[in-house]
């Protein structure tokens, strides 16, 4: 992904990326759904209609493989994978990255819902809606588009609201998300009213996600981008509080799309806050690697993260 995600902001079909002739649609057995049961908020023009597309660049390939991306999102969606095996009783809603312009939708979207369901865990796909409006460099990040934060807060309350029936414990539902849906587990960590005028009883139960995991976020430093002067996203330092969930944040230090400073600041801030917070920092790796596996020692953070899932009280240990 790296650099082309800012690259395919401006036109879509160059070398290396072809066309797909259908929208996306999940593997056989799932099925997407309107997240929105009528008119969107702050509905937003799209160039063109929803279109799925590979990147085949050989320079984009991640662990050698080609990945699928979303554009044009207009009506958001989610789907539902539900949990193999034991079931943990968690869930987590998985928002792919694209700096708010596309969706990973493969690479940080169903294989880590694969992932997610082998280990017994109930995985909720949100395709939010792209691109963003822009004015500043750090555009698509609420407060400049609440079109994500929106459709991600909506969408916690849809699985909070249908616990019981899709068999999920309605106080571990949890956020994951990559480079900007990196950002968005942020967002809604610290942001747990609301931000649109309520729909219907599933806008009436809690939108806080009970644990976050950010992956090589982004959007999250500001200002100087040097050690000694990074500076936290305004909108999440302002509302941040000891309320916001347990926190678990990885970034490789040779990410060139988004640097650690976009975890340092808010490692630290969580820290400041009180709130219970893990981070990994690796020293090679880059940006957009998602689950597949390469011979670096960061590609072991599903790992990680299961352990850690343990240690803060959303699923047990194997075998018990």
Not at 4 to 15: K, M
Not at 83 to 101: D, I, M, Q, R, S
Not at 206 to 216: E, G, L, Q, T
Not at 302 to 315: F, H, Y
């Amino acid at each position: 992904m790296k650099a082309l995600i800012f690259a395919v902001c401006v036109v879509f079909g160059v070398g290396g990326v072809s066309a797909q002739p259908a929208v996306w649609q999940p593997s056989p057995g799932h099925r997407q759904v309107a997240i929105w049961p009528g008119a969107v908020p702050d509905a937003r023009a799209v160039a063109g209609p929803e279109k799925v597309e590979t990147d085949t660049d050989p320079t984009e390939l991640v662990a050698g493989k080609p990945w699928l991306y979303v554009s044009n999102v207009s009506r958001p969606t989610m789907t539902v994978y539900s949990a193999k095996g034991k079931n943990t009783g968690a869930a987590v809603v998985v928002l792919p990255g694209g700096g708010y312009e596309i969706l990973a939708i493969d690479l940080e979207g169903t294989e880590v819902c694969d992932w997610l369901t082998a280990n017994g865990i109930t995985c909720v796909l949100l395709k939010y809606r792209v691109p963003a409006p822009h004015v500043t460099q750090y555009w698509g990040a609420y407060p400049e588009s609440p079109m994500a934060l929106e459709d991600a807060q909506r969408t916690l309350g849809l699985v909070r609201f249908h616990a019981a029936e899709w068999h999920i414990d309605p106080h571990k539902i949890g956020v994951m998300g990559f480079s900007a849906g990196g950002h968005l587990v942020a967002a809604t960590s610290v942001h747990s009213e609301r931000i649109y005028a309520s729909v219907d009883a599933a806008d009436k139960v809690s939108c806080r996600p009970d644990f976050a995991v950010a992956i090589y976020p982004g959007h999250l430093s500001f200002g100087e981008e040097k050690l000694e002067r990074p500076e936290l996203n305004p909108d999440i330092r302002d509302h941040l509080s000891a309320q916001a969930p347990p926190t678990f944040i990885l970034q490789n230090e040779d990410d060139h799309v988004d640097g650690i400073n976009q975890s340092l600041v808010y490692y630290i801030a969580l820290k400041n806050a009180g709130v219970p917070v893990e981070m990994h920092l690796y020293a090679q790796g880059g940006h957009a690697f998602g689950l597949r596996r390469t011979k670096l020692p960061a590609t072991r953070w599903p790992e990680l993260v299961e352990t850690w899932l343990v240690t803060i009280g959303m699923i047990a240990n194997h075998g018990e």
